[in-house]
C-alpha cells in the first residue's frame, strides 16, 4: 500500500508540469485564442537560460550563428538565476507576441496553431544548435530532503512543486474571477469592439497574459529540469499531456485543468507500478497511452460539456479550391513529373520523390481539414498504421504492389472511421486536441510493440514489385531509380484526379456544405454524420497510402517517423501551402517537406545544413503571418500564376468540348456556353 | 417633451467639417459638416444605407476617416484609436450594443467605471438594471441589454456620448421609455449626445437639433421643432433632396 503512495507522490511531479504548462495555455487562449503549441519549448528554452546561468553564470540568447552567450561572471546561485531568467522570460514573451501573434491575432485558428509550430521548431532547432542533443541533468531548485510519514517516504521536492502549481491556480482563479485585469481579460477575448468602446486595448490585454503566461512556462521548465533531464525535444513533448489537461479544464477553468494535468502524472506514475505487480500488462507505452485513452473516451463522451471559444463557428474555413479538367491536369503533370525525374539526380531526384509521397500526406488533410473543416493532428499515425501493416504484407511473396498498398492504405481507414466519432460531437480546436491526444495513445501503445513495429531499428520493406518487374527505389548501385519515381507519380497522381474529381461531385458539394454550416447541410437533407465519418475514413485511406509509399521510398519503416508532432508538423505545413486546395498538397510537398525538394535544393546550393529547421521554423511563422489563407490560394488569385499555368495547359491539351452555340435573336453575335462563363463570340 | 435650445455659447464637443468616410477607400460619407455642443441631444437620421452609422464608427474611432476633419474636445481625433478615445470621454454604443455577454451586468458596470465615476447615479438613471445586476448580460432581455449599453457607456463619464440605432429590435414601449434618458443624461451630466436613430418623431422629440443624411451628404438640417414642424421637407429629404438648412417657421 505504502509503495503505491509512493508511487501517487512521485507522479505529482511531472502532473505538476501538465499543470504549469497547462495553466499558460489556458492563459494565452483565454486572451489571444491560441492554443499554443510551443508552451513546451519555451519551457525547455527558460530551463537552459536558468541552467547555463546557474551552471556557468553565461546568458543564453535565443539566436545561432551569431554569438549568443553573454557571460555575467561565474556561476549563480539560485535566487539571482531565477529572477534573471524571470525577467528574461518577461522580455521573450513580449518579443514572440509582437513579432508572431500580434499580427495574427485576428487569423483563423488553424492558422496561430501554424505559427505556434513555427516557433516550437525554432526553438528546438536553436537548442540543439547552441547546447546538443544530449540530455544535461541539473542541481536540485526545491528542497528536495524526504520525510517519513508513518512509514511512507515523501518526496520533498513533489511536494513543493505541486504546492507551487497549487498556488498558481489558486492566485490565477482569484485574479480572473475578482480583479480588473481578470475581468478586462475576460471581456477583450469575448467582444474586441466592446472593450475598445470603454477604453480598454485589446492588444494591450493580450499581450500581459501572453508575458504571464511565458513566465509560468519557464517557471515550470526551472522546476521540472531537476526532476526530469533536460534535451531540447522531450520538453516540447509535455504539451501533449498538458493539452490533456487543459481539454478536461475545456480551456478555460485554471482550477479543473491543475487537478486534470496532476491528476494525469498521478496516473501515469501509478501505471508504472502496476506494470511491476502485473507482469501481464504490456511493458510499453501503457504510462503514457492510457492517460491519453481516458482523455479521448471521456472527451468525446461529454463533449456536451465543451464549449468555450472553440465551440461553434470560430473555425474560420480556408478559401476552396475548385479543379478544372482533372483529366488533363492530370495528365500534364505527370509529363512534367516524369521530365523532372529524368532531369534530376542524385539527392534531388529522391528530394524530388520524398515530395510525391508527402503530396500524397497532404491529400489527406485537403480532403478533410480544407473540404470538410475537420482537423486532424492524427494524420501521421494513419500513414504510420498503413506503412507498419506493408511492412507485414510485404512477406507474402507474389502479391503486387498495388495490392499490397491498396490493402494497407485500406488498414488505416477503421482507424479513421474511429477517429471521425469525436468528430460527431468536437468541433473546432477541441477536436485538434482529442485527435492529438489519439495520436499520442497510438506513439504510446500501437507503435511501441515490438512486434508490429519492429522497436526502434523499425521493419525492412521488400521493393515493391509488378508481375516480376522490380519497382524498388533500389536496384544494385542504382539509387533512386526513376521506375520508382514512376510509380510514385502514377500513383498519387491518380489519388490527386479522384480527389478533384471528388471535389466537383455531388458529393464534393455535400462535403463543402457540412463544412459551411452543418445545421443548414442537414436542413436540405444531408446527413451530417455519415458524410463525416466518410470522409475520415477517405483521409485516412489517403494517409495509409502516402505511408505505404513513404515506406517504399525510405526501404524501411521506423515508428519515430509517425509521432504525434510529425503529425502537427504536417498540418502546419499543409494548412500554410493551402489545406483548401490539391495545389496546396503539391505546395507542401514540393517547397515545404522538409525532405522535399525545394528545401533540398536550398540545402544543396546554400548550405544551409545545420540550419534547416530554424530556418523552416521562422519561413513557417513567417508564411503563416504573410499568408493567413495559404500559399496556393495567393497563387490562385489573379495576379498569381495560376491562371496562367491554367492558360497554358488548354493551349498544351485543347479543350474537346463542342461548343454549345446559343442564337439570340437582334443581337449582333451568339454566345458560347462555357464553363469559363458566356463569351460571345461573331455569328459564322 | 419640449425641445429647449442649448444655450448659444455652450462649447462645441464635437465639430466635424468636410468629414470623407467609408470602407476599402471609397466614400460613403462625402462632405459632412456636424456639431454637437456640450448638453445638448443631437439626432442624425436618413434612411437605410444614409451613411449614419459609417459616421458615427469614424467618429468613435473604429474606422479611418478618409477626408476632413474631426475635433472632439477642442482636439483633432482623426485617425485616434477608439480605446484611446473613450479613455478621452467619447463614448460609443454601437448598434450591436458590444456588451460582454459572459460578464454579469455589474462586471461590466465596472469594468467600464471611469476612476471618479460610480455606478450610483447610472443606476439611478435605469433603476431596471439594479434588479438585475448579478446577471450574466447575455441572459437580459433585449431592453435591459440596450439600458446595460448605454448604463456601461454612461458609467466611462463621457463627455460626448454616440448612440447607434437604439431602438434597433425592440418593442415601441421600451424604446419610449429609454430615449428621453438620453435627455436625461446631456441635461443631468452636461454630456453631448449625439444619436442616430430610425424612429423619427421619437429621435425629434428627444433632440433639440437634427442632421438628416442622404446618400452620404447632409441633405437637411434644423432644430428639432422646425424638422417636426415640416413633415413634406422632411420626407423629401428622405428621398435626397438638395442640401439646405430648414427655413425657421
Known amino acids: 500500500m505504502t509503495s503505491y503512495v509512493l508511487f501517487l507522490l512521485l507522479g505529482l511531479g511531472a502532473g505538476s508540469v501538465y499543470s504549469l504548462l497547462g495553466l499558460g495555455m489556458v492563459l494565452k487562449y483565454r486572451s489571444t485564442g491560441v492554443v499554443d503549441f510551443a508552451q513546451g519549448a519555451i519551457a525547455m528554452w527558460g530551463a537552459y537560460v536558468f541552467l547555463r546561468l546557474r551552471l556557468t553564470g553565461k546568458l543564453e540568447l535565443p539566436w545561432f550563428a551569431l554569438p549568443h552567450e553573454i557571460s555575467l561572471g561565474t556561476g549563480m546561485a539560485i535566487v539571482p538565476a531565477l529572477l534573471i531568467t524571470l525577467v528574461y522570460g518577461t522580455v521573450l514573451g513580449l518579443v514572440v507576441f509582437f513579432l508572431v501573434y500580434r499580427p495574427l491575432l485576428r487569423a483563423a485558428p488553424l492558422t496561430k496553431v501554424c505559427a505556434s509550430v513555427g516557433v516550437t521548431l525554432f526553438f528546438e532547432a536553436v537548442a540543439v544548435l547552441n547546447f546538443g542533443t544530449t540530455a544535461t541533468s541539473a542541481p536540485p531548485v526545491l528542497p528536495s530532503k524526504a520525510f517519513v510519514i508513518s512509514g511512507v517516504v515523501i518526496p520533498g521536492d513533489r511536494i513543493w512543486i505541486a504546492g507551487i502549481v497549487v498556488a498558481i491556480a489558486v492566485a490565477l482563479t482569484v485574479t480572473f474571477r475578482y480583479t480588473r485585469f481578470g475581468l478586462a481579460t475576460r471581456a477583450g477575448a469575448e467582444n474586441e469592439m466592446g472593450a475598445a468602446l470603454i477604453g480598454l486595448s485589446a492588444t494591450r490585454i493580450a499581450a500581459r497574459n501572453w508575458v504571464l503566461a511565458t513566465l509560468l512556462a519557464t517557471l515550470s521548465g526551472v522546476l521540472i529540469t531537476p526532476i526530469s533531464s533536460l534535451d531540447p525535444t522531450s520538453y516540447t513533448l509535455f504539451v501533449v499531456p498538458a493539452l490533456g489537461a487543459v481539454l478536461i479544464g475545456r480551456f478555460e477553468s485554471f482550477w479543473i485543468t491543475t487537478a486534470a494535468g496532476l491528476g494525469l502524472g498521478i496516473v501515469q506514475s501509478e501505471l508504472v507500478k502496476l506494470q511491476t505487480v502485473f507482469t501481464w500488462l504490456p511493458q510499453q507505452g501503457l504510462s503514457d497511452g492510457v492517460p491519453f485513452l481516458i482523455i479521448l473516451v471521456t472527451m468525446s463522451l461529454a463533449a456536451k460539456r465543451l464549449g468555450a471559444r472553440g465551440a461553434t463557428g470560430t473555425l474560420r474555413n480556408p478559401s476552396l479550391g475548385r479543379p478544372t479538367r482533372p483529366g488533363a491536369t492530370a495528365l500534364l503533370a505527370f509529363a512534367v513529373g516524369v521530365v523532372v525525374l529524368v532531369a534530376l539526380h542524385g539527392s534531388l531526384r529522391a528530394a524530388f520523390m520524398a515530395s510525391i509521397v508527402t503530396v500524397c500526406l497532404a491529400l489527406g488533410l485537403v480532403v478533410l481539414t480544407g473540404y470538410v473543416g475537420q482537423v486532424s493532428l492524427a494524420q501521421m499515425s494513419f500513414a504510420g498504421f498503413g506503412a507498419f501493416v506493408l511492412s507485414h504484407l510485404g512477406h507474402s511473396v507474389g502479391m503486387p504492389f498495388f495490392l499490397a498498398l491498396l490493402i494497407s492504405a485500406l488498414s488505416a481507414v477503421p482507424l479513421g472511421i474511429l477517429m471521425g466519432l469525436p468528430a460527431l460531437r468536437v468541433r473546432g480546436v477541441n477536436l485538434a486536441v482529442v485527435t492529438l491526444a489519439a495520436a499520442a495513445a497510438m506513439d504510446a501503445l500501437v507503435f511501441s510493440s515490438v512486434k508490429f513495429t519492429g522497436g526502434l531499428g523499425g521493419r525492412k520493406i521488400g521493393s515493391p514489385e509488378l508481375f516480376g518487374l522490380d519497382l524498388g527505389i533500389a536496384k544494385g548501385n542504382s539509387y533512386p531509380r526513376v521506375v520508382f519515381g514512376v510509380m510514385l507519380l502514377v500513383v498519387v497522381i491518380g489519388a490527386g484526379y479522384c480527389v478533384a474529381r471528388l471535389r466537383t461531385s455531388a458529393t464534393g458539394r455535400m462535403l463543402v456544405a457540412v463544412r459551411s454550416n452543418e445545421r443548414a447541410a442537414s436542413a436540405v437533407g444531408i446527413r451530417v454524420a455519415p458524410v463525416k465519418l466518410y470522409v475520415f475514413a477517405l483521409s485516412a485511406f489517403l494517409s495509409g497510402l502516402g505511408g505505404g509509399l513513404l515506406a517504399y521510398e525510405q526501404s524501411s519503416v521506423s515508428s519515430s517517423t509517425f509521432t504525434a508532432q510529425a503529425s502537427l508538423s504536417l498540418l502546419a505545413l499543409v494548412y500554410v501551402a493551402g489545406v483548401g486546395r490539391i495545389a496546396g498538397a503539391v505546395v507542401a510537398g514540393i517547397m515545404f517537406a522538409s525532405d522535399g525538394l525545394f528545401v533540398s535544393f536550398l540545402d544543396k546550393t546554400l548550405h544551409v545544413g545545420q540550419y534547416q529547421t530554424v530556418v523552416a521554423g521562422i519561413a513557417l511563422a513567417l508564411t503563416a503571418i504573410q499568408n493567413p489563407d495559404g500559399v496556393a490560394s495567393n497563387m490562385a488569385g489573379e495576379r498569381g500564376p495560376g491562371p496562367r499555368v491554367a492558360a497554358l495547359r488548354d493551349r498544351i491539351i485543347p479543350r474537346r468540348h463542342r461548343p454549345v452555340v446559343l442564337d439570340v435573336p437582334g443581337q449582333d453575335g451568339a454566345f458560347v456556353e462555357d464553363v469559363a462563363g458566356p463569351t460571345p463570340v461573331s455569328r459564322a | ?249
Open chain 2, 1 to 249: 417633451m419640449p425641445a429647449t435650445e442649448a444655450e448659444p455659447e455652450a462649447e462645441a464637443v464635437l465639430t466635424v467639417t468636410g468629414l470623407e468616410a467609408g470602407y476599402h477607400g471609397i466614400p460613403v460619407v462625402r462632405g459632412l459638416d456636424l456639431q454637437v455642443r456640450a448638453g445638448e441631444v443631437v439626432a442624425l437620421l436618413g434612411s437605410n444605407g444614409a451613411g449614419k452609422t459609417t459616421t458615427l464608427m469614424t467618429v468613435a474611432g473604429l474606422l479611418a476617416p478618409l477626408g476632413g476633419s474631426i475635433s472632439f474636445d477642442g482636439e483633432s481625433i482623426g485617425g485616434v484609436a477608439a480605446h484611446r478615445l473613450a479613455r478621452r470621454g467619447l463614448s460609443l454604443v454601437p448598434e450591436d450594443r458590444a456588451l460582454f455577454a459572459e460578464l454579469t451586468v455589474r462586471e461590466n458596470l465596472r469594468l467600464a467605471r471611469a476612476k471618479t465615476g460610480s455606478e450610483r447615479d447610472v443606476l439611478d438613471l435605469l433603476p431596471e438594471l439594479t434588479k438585475c445586476l448579478d446577471r450574466k448580460a447575455g441572459l437580459l432581455s433585449g431592453g435591459e441589454q440596450q439600458m446595460l449599453a448605454v448604463g456601461r457607456a454612461l458609467v466611462t463619464r463621457p463627455k460626448l456620448l454616440v448612440v447607434d440605432e437604439m431602438s434597433l429590435g425592440l418593442a415601441p414601449v421600451v424604446v419610449e421609455r429609454l430615449l428621453p434618458v438620453l435627455r436625461r443624461v446631456a441635461v443631468g451630466f452636461g454630456t453631448g449626445v449625439l444619436v442616430v436613430e430610425q424612429h423619427v418623431t421619437l429621435a425629434l422629440d428627444v433632440a433639440e437639433r437634427a442632421y438628416v443624411l442622404a446618400h452620404g451628404r447632409l441633405v437637411l438640417s434644423g432644430t428639432a421643432a422646425q424638422l417636426r414642424d415640416q413633415p413634406d421637407l422632411l420626407t423629401a429629404s428622405y428621398l435626397g433632396d438638395a442640401v439646405r438648412a430648414a427655413p425657421s417657421t
